[in-house]
């Protein structure tokens, strides 16, 4: 018996079809842990399923500065999380555990959408989120902070670490970043 | 071992390309983003 389904084509979220005949069903190869599945509305493409679109695999440590600096930058492509789509991330740190101030900020297209400080732990772990809000231009984070971020056009999330003591140091150990 | 340059954009520390994904390990020292591959001597972190 026949494996493949000649039915399903396959495509780069890039060089996917302009037209989105509704109902037509195809391949994403390249977003998704082993691709992922779309689905035509007449008008775009529109994902079926959630996405584990990232994972970190080598850890990122910070030390040896108080400036804010970048410790991450994935991108998020253009209308992937489309109208109703919820960026999810996830995140697990390692920090110097002492008094000093380690600050953790996650940003999606320049605007910050988390920011966590942490004193006295070894271990931190936390969740943030960005939702559309039946708009691909309009969102709220896990703080019900509004933001109007043009989910249209391709973003990067931005992980962004920065120490009050130069001594210091944090490490981005696992980031998981889910569209869903 | 490879070390990738940072420049400050916005206020902000930021490599001046890519970092890999595929390393075992990246650190950003205070001047420079220092990759560890395999077979190199990974540092203490504490």
């Given amino acids: ?180 | 071992m490879k070390t990738i340059a940072a420049t400050v954009i916005n206020e902000v520390v930021t490599p001046v390309s890519e970092l890999p994904t595929n390393a075992k390990l990246i650190v950003f020292n205070g001047t420079e983003y220092v990759i560890y591959e395999d077979g190199d001597e990974l540092p203490v972190i504490e």
């Fill in chain 1, 1 to 180: 018996m026949e494996l493949l389904n000649p039915l399903i084509s396959e495509y780069t979220w890039a060089n996917k079809p302009s037209v989105a005949p509704s109902g037509q069903i195809i391949c994403v190869t390249n977003v998704g842990e082993n691709g992922s599945l779309c689905r035509g509305n007449g008008t775009k493409w529109v994902r079926m399923h959630q996405i584990n679109l990232y994972n970190l695999a080598t850890p990122v440590a910070l030390t040896g500065t108080t400036s804010e600096t970048t410790m991450l930058t994935v991108s998020i492509p253009a209308s992937l999380m489309n109208k109703r789509g919820r960026a999810s991330v996830f995140v697990l740190l390692s920090l110097t555990n002492n008094a000093n101030a380690k600050t953790i900020k996650v940003k999606v297209g320049g605007q910050t959408v988390a920011t966590v400080t942490s004193t006295n732990q070894s271990l931190l772990g936390f969740n943030t989120w960005l939702l559309n809000l039946n708009s691909e231009t309009a969102q709220r984070n896990s703080s019900a902070v509004s933001f109007t971020i043009d989910t249209t056009i391709a973003n990067d999330l931005v992980i962004t670490g920065q120490l009050a003591n130069a001594g210091d140091t944090v490490t981005l150990t696992a980031v998981s970043l889910e569209i869903i």
